[in-house]
C-alpha cells in the first residue's frame, strides 16, 4: 500500500506516530477517450482563452471568484498562515457510541498503521478502543483542509474515517414530493410488507454481493480481444404487477422460508352507507322501458386503492 499522510494520534497527552493509506479502491472499468479518425488519446490542454495559449503548471495560481469574472488570489503563503498547528496530528475530541452516528456523515476511510516506535501505543488505544466498545471523534487537516473525522477499530486495525460537517449534509426539509411523516397505511399491506423484510433478513455478508455489470463488461472486452462477436443479453422479463397488495402477495411467495407461511389478513373495515338526509322521500316512481338506468354508485375507496394511486403518480413522475 502507498502511504498517503504521516502524522500521530493525539490522544490527551499521548502521541502514537502512524502512517495513513485509503482503505478502500473502485474497480471501475475506465474508457479513455479517442480520435475518431486514428484512435488517438485525446490530450486535454489548458488553455487560456485571454492570451490564446496553452499555459504551463507552474503559470496557474488560485483564486476565488466572488463576484462573476472578479477573483481574490490565494497563494501557498496565505494557506499555510491559517493551517492549524497541529495539522500532522489527528487530534481525538470526543468518544462516542458508533449508533449515535447516522452512515450519512461518512465519507473517505482510511487504515492507520503505527509507525517505527509506535507499537505499544497503538497496542493500548486498540484495546481500549475495543473493551470500551467507543469510537473517537476527531479533527486532522488533509491537503490544506480540515476535516471532521471519526477513530474506530475495523478487526484488528485501527481506522480514520472522514465525516461531513453538520452543515455540509443538506437537510431532508430540501427533498421535493415526500410523504407526510405520518401517512394512513392499510393494516394488511403494512403486515405483509413486514413479513416480507423478515423473509428477506439475514446476516450481512459482503462476500456474496459482486458487481455483475463490471464483471460482464470485463468478458465483454476479452472477447473483443479476442476477435469475438458480442451476443446480447436478453431481456429479464418483469412482471406486469400495478396493485400494491398483488406486488406483496407475489413477493412473499418468491422469497419463501420458513417465515413466508400465511399471514393473516384480517377484513379491511367497510365505511358506513352515508346516513339519508330527513325529508327526502324514496321515489316510487320506476324507469320507462328502453330510459337507461342509473348507474349503481361507486363503493368508497379503499385505502389500498388510495395507496395505490399514490405509487402509480409516484411511478409516472419518476
Known amino acids: 500500500m502507498h502511504t498517503v499522510w504521516k502524522g500521530s494520534i493525539s490522544f490527551g497527552l499521548v502521541n502514537i506516530p502512524v ?6 479502491e473502485e474497480r471501475d472499468i475506465r474508457f479513455r477517450q479517442l480520435h475518431k479518425e486514428c484512435h488517438t488519446p ?44 497541529t495539522r500532522r496530528a489527528i487530534e481525538i ?12 456523515y461518512f465519507d473517505k476511510s482510511y487504515f492507520l498503521s503505527p509507525q517505527e516506535t509506535g507499537d505499544k ?112 443479453s436478453p431481456a429479464v422479463p418483469r412482471a406486469n404487477v400495478i396493485d400494491l397488495m398483488q406486488a406483496l402477495k407475489q413477493s412473499l411467495e418468491a422469497t419463501g422460508g420458513p417465515a413466508a407461511g400465511p399471514v393473516k389478513l384480517e377484513p379491511e373495515p367497510t365505511p358506513e352507507p352515508a346516513a339519508k338526509k330527513p325529508g327526502r322521500k324514496a321515489s316510487s316512481k320506476t324507469p320507462k322501458e328502453g330510459a337507461a338506468k342509473p348507474m349503481p354508485a361507486a363503493p368508497a375507496a379503499s385505502t389500498t386503492g388510495t395507496t395505490t394511486k399514490t405509487l402509480r403518480r409516484k411511478k409516472t413522475s419518476v
Not at 502512517?19 to 478502500?24: D, E, G, H, I, V
Not at 468518544?95 to 452516528?101: G, M, N, S, T
Open 42 to 85: 485525446i490530450k486535454y490542454a489548458k488553455m487560456c482563452p485571454h492570451c490564446d495559449r496553452e499555459i504551463e503548471a507552474s503559470e496557474i495560481v488560485r483564486g476565488y471568484e466572488y463576484e462573476k469574472g472578479h477573483f481574490v488570489i490565494i497563494d501557498d503563503s496565505d494557506l499555510e498562515a491559517i493551517t492549524p498547528e
Open 121 to 232: 501505543a497503538y497496542a493500548l488505544l486498540r484495546a481500549a478502543m475495543e473493551q470500551t466498545g467507543k469510537i473517537a471523534v476527531a479533527q486532522v487537516t488533509m491537503r490544506n483542509r480540515q476535516s471532521l473525522a471519526v477513530v474506530r477499530l475495523y478487526e484488528h486495525c485501527i481506522m480514520m474515517e472522514t465525516i461531513y460537517y453538520p452543515d455540509e449534509v443538506r437537510p431532508v426539509s430540501q427533498v421535493p414530493a415526500l410523504p407526510e411523516a405520518e401517512v394512513a397505511l392499510s393494516e394488511n399491506e403494512l403486515k405483509m410488507a413486514t413479513e416480507l423484510i423478515n423473509n428477506m433478513t439475514v446476516p450481512f455478508d459482503p462476500g456474496k454481493y459482486t458487481d455483475d455489470y463490471r464483471i460482464e463488461l470485463q468478458a465483454m472486452i476479452e472477447k473483443k480481444l479476442e476477435g469475438q462477436e458480442i451476443a446480447t
Open 19 to 24: 502512517r495513513m493509506f485509503t482503505a478502500t
Open 93 to 104: 475530541l470526543d468518544f462516542v457510541d458508533l449508533k449515535d452516528i447516522d452512515p450519512i
